[in-house]
């Protein structure tokens, strides 16, 4: 999964394509790369690391052509060093891609024959040759179609041309792009978040279609060659902001913002007034529904997780949970009166998408909750429920967790309203404290941001650490996990804590940090003994648990106590803390907290 942006102006395009790359870099960040057109010939220019490492490379030797291509990368073939990465260029063609061609190999031996020489160990060469050799015999457009049906896989491209030098090409097949217009000039890019600050005006591409931008014009072919026309959007008005500010870093202000993301989703969908969740248009009746499919990667099928645990509390509704990867090769039994939800913070995440896809094949009905509403899941959905949270730049999704649980949450209390399997009063309790909760929230985070620090120290020794919890506190575990290892690299692993004594207890060793997360409900007192089963292994025990548990044991080393909400919202709460201890022992490494190792924001690819 990599950015690509291309722009065709009538004045010199590097320095908003090194702004848009630089919104790009969640994307990827392990390499940097532009090319552009200078006096008739192409220049590239790259360098493993950052956006400011190019433009170090920039300010010794400046492009300063008007039409260009840039490039953010996430290695997927090859490691990431100068040689692979984008452009690829031959002395005719220069290309950025944000995919994999899944038959490379294949590709690279008939252009060998043909006595090309490959430098890099890419997938997107080929690409960079096989135009290189159609365009010898063909036109443009024909060209490119040609190029695009030899290749196997997903991508989005850009392309300039030495013989078409007033052109940016763009293609899409599987993998993202849209098209900006501005004045004088015009874009291409791997979304509109990267074109946003130079138009407000877009066309997404669909699968096949192929564009041509010049500085006032761009035009659209299918994959038979033919113009078609495309629908012209236009983007509204962000009211967030994806600026640091006085943080250090994004994710710390994301954490610190979650009370706001709550607040701003609560708003939208809870009408206090009448005591009532406003949920419009759904694609299927409610009381219809047979089976609740939740789909999603990483954070969001964490998310998923936790929401089983809702709706078969708060609704008779049969639930099942899916990782977007497995689901998408599975056998799948769809069926119409089931609905499938899908959950991503970009809408753009490969996995989920295609799981996506193939349910739309299927013509069964999907729900998506996402962040970004311009997405291409999104786009696809029957219906999409917004979780409001604002940009998330840092590459641990935090406040978007939020989000996502709480949109989970609101939609089952509401179906379980509509389908009369909770009653009046308990709805309208529940609903009440929601309107509670970002408060809740701003109070566990003051409480946290103290104790945190001191508690990540405990971390930095060891050689890995155990969350575990029961019920809707497992997912919560979980993701405790996944975050310590995504942004500190210290192993961690996740667990219901009933599992405990059936292997995992063996991980158990004198100073291992255990967090236990055992929040004062149904399932605290047996959580508690498997607290003690792992204090006698000379576990280090870090106890999440609620104010006035009153669990006194010498043995624990931490206790952190937060606030008393009903047991749906508790999950929330207990995400704060876990996610503070991550960013802490994180920083403690000096670890880069936004863009951790070998990791991107958007996963673009299978
Ligand atoms: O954009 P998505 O929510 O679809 O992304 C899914 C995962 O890639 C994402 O949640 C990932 O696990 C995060 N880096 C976790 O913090």
């Known amino acids: 999964m990599c950015g690509i942006i291309g722009i065709a102006s009538n004045k010199s395009v590097t320095p908003n394509i090194i702004q848009s790359l630089k919104k790009l870099e969640y994307r990827g960040y392990d390499s ?28 010794k030797r400046p492009s300063q052509g008007f039409i260009g291509i840039g490039h953010v990368r996430w290695a997927t073939h090859g490691i990431p060093n100068q040689v692979n990465a984008h452009p690829h260029s031959s002395d005719e063609v220069s290309v950025v891609h944000n995919g994999i061609i899944e038959n490379s190999n294949e590709l690279k031996k008939d252009l060998e024959k043909k006595g090309y020489k490959f430098k890099s160990q890419t997938d997107t060469e080929v690409i960079t040759f096989l135009l290189t050799d159609f365009l010898k015999d063909f036109d443009l457009v024909i060209a490119i179609n040609k190029t695009l049906k030899a290749l196997n896989g997903s991508f989005a491209l850009g392309i300039l041309f030495k013989k078409y030098n007033d052109i ?46 010049t500085n006032n014009k761009i035009d659209f072919y299918n994959s038979k060659n033919k113009k078609i026309n495309k629908e012209v959007l236009i983007l509204s008005d962000d009211k967030h902001t994806a600026e640091k500010g006085d943080y250090k870093d994004f994710m710390s202000k994301e954490i610190s913002e979650q009370n ?38 990483g954070t969001a099928y964490h998310s998923c997780i936790t929401a089983k645990y809702w709706f078969e509390e708060l609704t008779n509704i049969q639930i099942d949970i899916d990782v977007a990867s497995e689901f998408r090769y599975r056998k799948i039994k ?33 729900c998506s909750i996402v962040n970004v509403v311009e997405s291409s899941i999104a786009r696809s959905s029957d219906f999409v429920l917004p979780i409001h949270a604002g940009p998330e730049i840092g590459v641990a999704s935090t406040k978007a967790f939020i989000g996502q649980l709480l949109v989970l949450y609101i939609l089952a209390l509401k179906i379980s309203d509509i389908r009369k399997e909770i009653l009046k009063p308990d709805y309208e309790k529940k609903i009440n404290d929601l309107k509670k909760l970002p408060d809740l929230i701003k109070k566990t985070l003051n409480y946290c941001h103290n104790n945190t ?10 050689k890995g650490a155990m969350f575990i919890g029961r019920g809707i506190s ?64 000379g576990g280090k025990v870090i106890l999440i648990t609620n104010e006035n548990s009153k669990i006194i044991s010498e043995n624990v080393r931490f206790t952190l106590e937060i606030p008393i909400t009903n047991e749906n919202l508790t999950p929330l709460l207990m995400t704060v803390p876990l996610q503070l201890l991550a960013y802490h022992v994180a920083a403690l490494k000096n670890c880069d907290i936004d863009k951790p190792r070998n990791l991107a924001k958007s996963v673009t690819v299978e």
């Open 474 to 537: 497992f997912p919560i575990a979980l993701e405790g996990a996944l975050k310590l290892k995504e942004l500190s690299y210290l192993h961690a692993e996740g667990y219901p804590a009933g599992e405990m004594k059936h292997g995992p207890l063996a991980l158990i060793e004198e100073g291992l940090p255990v967090v236990i997360l055992a929040p004062r409900d149904r399932y605290f007192e047996k959580t508690i003994s498997n607290m003690q089963e792992v204090i006698a292994r």
């Open 168 to 213: 940016v090409v763009g293609a899409r097949r599987g993998s993202p792009l849209a098209v900006g217009y501005g004045p004088n000039e015009n874009y291409l890019g791997s979304d509109s978040y990267a074109l946003k600050s130079m138009t407000k005006k877009i066309t997404y591409l669909d699968d096949g279609d192929v564009c041509v931008l």
């Open 260 to 297: 706001i993301t709550s607040k701003n989703c609560v708003k939208e969908y809870v009408d206090h007034l009448r005591k009532d969740i406003n949920l419009y248009n759904f694609p299927i009746k409610p009381k219809d529904i047979q089976k609740i499919i939740l789909i999603g990667c």
């Open 32 to 59: 940097a790369g532009i090319a552009t057109i200078e006096s008739g010939n192409l220049d590239e220019k790259k360098c493993p690391g950052r956006v400011e490492d190019l433009e170090k490379i920039l300010l």
């Open 334 to 366: 769809f069926n119409k009166k089931n609905l499938y939800v899908f959950v991503s913070q970009s809408g753009e995440t490969a996995d989920t998408f295609a799981a996506l896809d193939i349910c739309k094949k299927n013509k069964v009905k999907t």
């Open 453 to 462: 620090p001191i508690i990540a120290k405990d971390f930095l020794k060891a």
